[in-house]
RNA sequence: GGUCCGUUCGUCUAGGGGUUAGGACACCAGAUUUUCAUUCUGGCAACACGGGUUCGAUUCCCGUACGGACUACCA
């Protein structure tokens, strides 16, 4: 293969969402399985739609999640510069070069011109497009003689410039995903190349910058696929057909039910973030939660996005970053979309936390605890760590499962209460409770024994009281290990616990 | 409407002319855990439909249906 060279090439109006993760993250895999370049590209051309801290956004993100750079904005790089509004004299140059070859024309017509032509045609049950036979009837190059062009031109009359497109020919392209895909021009409008502003607009901006940038592959949304005939036809009239990239178009990310692509209000009704980090639209200065603040792990997205869409053929499920690259193909991307599924997310950052040691899980705990003004020595924070990982799936469970070593419970899990607070559970916490006050040194041995001691002693399971011995000692129905749990609390505090739970809930059950 | 693309369990998907159509998530059940969770075992559950081609089609071809994308001086 020859030097591989990719693009991620944001626009930059608003936060990155999920689905340019993922795009981000194939051309990152391919890249770095062939030893070749990643190149950040801002697509800036449209002025209207800039939306201040974008770019710094999507540089952050891809950043989170750990795709790196090559050649960008910042980096730099030997096709400087990345950023498109800063090439606008480029791109002038190669819309000359097809106006001078007869494959574009300056068109003047204003927008409510294009209206009407359009209304027109949509009457006549006419497709409405800008194409051989309509171009005749408009206002341009092909039709105004040479001095109306020229006095219009000179006296700064608003003009675009748009490609001629052949009236009825055959173009495909082979695209590594979707294979053969063939359209006739004659469906093809005469697209604007250069803006009345003097900015290109991306059919022609994309097509100069991978040619220049020496782009390999173009992997890119699917939503492109329709005027990829287009672009492969503005290679040709540019005298680049045999530089062209390779093409591969991205199933899209779809909503989780129903159809349609995955969009930010499908996320904000379904509960789910959609941007990988925090996002506050400048406009409304409405906040979005994204994946990082709702504690999802990088690797962990990473992932769940590489697999949607595509898969290594073999069982393995949980892939790093280097096993993702080494086992990465474009030919294993799937054709159809998506559905996004925010539980196998969740499964893949529980896996990914699990993962992690006590000593990384205890210093998160400490964090936490330390927001809300809590002290927590490391090896206690490790224990308790210990105790909790396999029963939490994001970094903030472990604070708010944990609680119960640091609060002492005020109210008690009414169910339980009513079920399992009995005569038997009674004697039983009155028993132990008084064995455990006579001790000084609790672990988890002697809790054991202790607990073993007094249902013997009183002649009840065990099984019959442990729910009530868990609420009674952290008001829930559900924890780690009693055991575990009582030594950590420790003798004094399971004493006071239980008297406490005696004295609260004796009243109700009687 | 037009163009293009797509369609295997609820979801992500493997597979491929003859298979008990495999895995994972979710769900359900049992076991273990003296409790809940974990873990383990098992279960539920799919080739959109109709025509071909073929000895044989879920797999190849053609239609149909359904779905999606695109149809801007936005990317």
């Known amino acids: 293969m020859k030097d591989v060279r990719v693009r991620f090439a944001p626009s930059p109006t608003g936060a990155l969402h999920i689905g340019g993760v993922r795009t981000a993250l194939y051309n990152y895999l391919l890249a770095r399985k062939h030893q070749g370049k990643m190149i950040l590209r801002i697509e800036d051309t449209d002025q209207n739609r800039y939306v201040p801290g974008a770019e710094v956004y999507i540089k952050d993100a891809l950043k989170w999640v750990g795709i790196e750079i090559d050649e960008g904005p910042d980096k730099g790089g030997p096709h400087a510069p990345y950023r498109q509004s800063e090439r606008k004299n480029i791109y002038t140059k190669y819309a000359q070069q097809l106006l001078n070859d007869g494959h574009a024309y300056y068109a003047f017509d204003s927008a409510e011109e294009l209206e ?19 171009r005749i009837e408009m206002k341009n190059s092909l039709t105004l003689s040479e001095d109306e062009v020229n006095n219009k031109i000179r006296a700064g009359a608003p003009y675009v410039i748009r490609l001629k497109v052949p009236k009825s020919e055959q173009v495909e392209l082979n695209d590594l995903i979707r294979g053969k895909i063939s359209v006739n021009t004659s469906q093809i409008d005469d697209k604007v190349l250069m803006k009345s502003d003097g900015m290109p607009t991306y059919h022609l901006a994309n097509v100069v910058d991978d040619y220049l940038m020496k782009i390999s592959h173009v992997i890119r949304g699917e939503e492109w696929l329709p005027s990829a005939p287009l672009h492969v036809l503005t290679y040709k009239f540019l005298g680049w057909e045999n530089e062209m990239p390779a093409f591969a178009h991205l199933p899209l990310l ?12 499908d996320a904000d009704q379904m509960g789910f973030p959609i941007f990988p980090l925090n996002w506050t639209d400048p406009h409304t200065g409405e906040l979005a939660e994204g994946f990082r603040e709702r504690g999802y792990l990088p690797e962990a997205l990473i992932n769940f996005l590489a697999f949607l869409g595509w898969n290594p053929g073999t069982e393995q499920e949980l892939f790093t970053v280097e096993e993702l690259i080494e086992a990465f193909e474009i030919e294993r991307i799937g054709k159809a979309g998506a559905k996004f599924d925010i539980q196998k997310a969740n499964w893949f950052n529980q896996q990914y936390l699990r993962s992690k040691t006590d000593e990384e899980l205890g210093q998160l705990l400490i964090t936490d605890l330390k927001s809300q003004g809590i002290d927590c020595e490391n090896e206690k924070a490790y224990a308790i760590a210990n105790a909790l990982r396999e029963r939490i799936t994001f970094p903030s469970d472990i604070a708010s499962l944990g609680k119960i070593f640091f609060f002492a419970p005020k109210s008690f899990d009414e169910k339980i209460a009513s079920k399992k607070w009995n005569n038997e559970s009674i004697a039983v916490i009155t028993a132990l409770k008084d064995e455990i006050n006579k001790t000084n040194e609790l672990t988890v041995d002697t809790a054991t024994t202790a607990l073993v001691d007094v249902t013997n002693r009183l002649g009840i399971a065990q099984g019959k009281i442990m729910q009530a011995l868990r609420m009674a000692l952290t008001g829930g129905a559900s924890g780690p290990d009693l055991m575990v749990t009582m030594a950590l609390l420790g003798a004094s505090e399971v004493t006071s616990r239980l008297t406490y739970a005696l004295n609260t809930l004796e009243e109700k059950a009687s």
């Open 254 to 265: 779809l909503k989780p039910d129903g159809k349609g692509k995955l969009s930010k209000r």
């Open 116 to 134: 009407a032509m359009r209304n027109r045609l949509m009457k006549t049950g006419v497709n409405p497009q800008y194409d051989s036979a309509t």
